[in-house]
């Protein structure tokens, strides 16, 4: 059973554009989230978080969204450059339960010029 | 900046041999997590450690797979004997016990023939 659910398995952007990547989840005990940027052949690198009593982080051109009532997150990049081009990661975790992520199946973002 | 380190990063053997992956944490990292990828399930947690203990390795075959933190620098990963379905490619993060982010190696990618 997924818990973290990332329904579309890619995702193509012009330069300069908006991208929203999207996640949903079913387990409402989840109380952080994380979204990772993975390049071929590499491990999968942090990118930003939030906490369930926020809905929205800021980072420079990202800003992850959650919605609570709805179970669902999002990430948006904006203006999108060539060097977002990966496989992005949302995962989720019970925060003061444990220490295991549970990862969604990732969507592949390409952005073209 | 501090990596977390796998070894080897490829590795193509046939069915039925043995298999040993390596991991060095980040120095100071006290929690040590085994990841899958896979294309079907994304990153899959294995088994994780916390100041060498195993605290969870419900997502691991028993038969076959086997984890363990012989020193706080190293970690192992063996399948014995590995199958064509094992695989896939193979990451270890660290981090520290109840703060994130966990942060990855590069993975080891195996191939069983």
């Known amino acids: 059973d997924q818990q973290v659910k990332q329904n579309s398995p890619s995702l193509s952007v012009q330069e300069g554009r908006i991208s929203i990547l999207n996640c949903d989840y079913t387990?409402?005990?989840?109380?952080?989230f994380l979204w990772y940027k993975k390049y071929p052949a590499e491990g999968p690198t942090f990118l930003i978080s939030?906490?369930?009593?926020?809905d929205k982080n800021e980072d420079g051109r990202f800003t992850v969204f959650l919605n609570k009532s709805a179970k669902h997150l999002s990430l948006h990049i904006v203006p999108s450059q060539p060097g977002d081009s990966a496989v992005y990661f949302c995962a989720a975790l019970r925060a003061y339960n444990t220490d295991k992520l549970i990862f969604g199946t990732g969507t592949r973002l390409q952005v073209f010029p | 900046d501090a990596r977390v380190t796998q070894t080897p990063r490829h590795k193509v053997t046939e069915m039925g041999q043995e298999v040993t992956m390596r991991c060095q944490p980040i120095l100071g990292h006290n929690t040590v997590f085994w990841y899958r990828q896979t294309m079907m399930q994304g990153l899959e947690l294995l088994a994780y450690?916390?100041?060498?203990?195993?605290?969870?390795d419900s997502g691991m075959p028993k038969d076959r797979f086997s984890a363990e933190m012989p020193d706080a620098t190293l970690a192992t990963l063996k399948i014995q004997p590995s199958e064509p379905r094992d695989s896939a490619v193979y990451f270890c993060a660290s981090g520290l016990q109840s703060s994130q982010p966990q942060h990855f190696g590069d993975g080891t990618r195996l191939s069983i023939l």
């Open positions: 387990n409402s005990m989840f109380d952080y």
């Open positions: 450690f916390r100041n060498r203990a195993p605290l969870d």
């Open positions: 939030i906490s369930s009593i926020k």
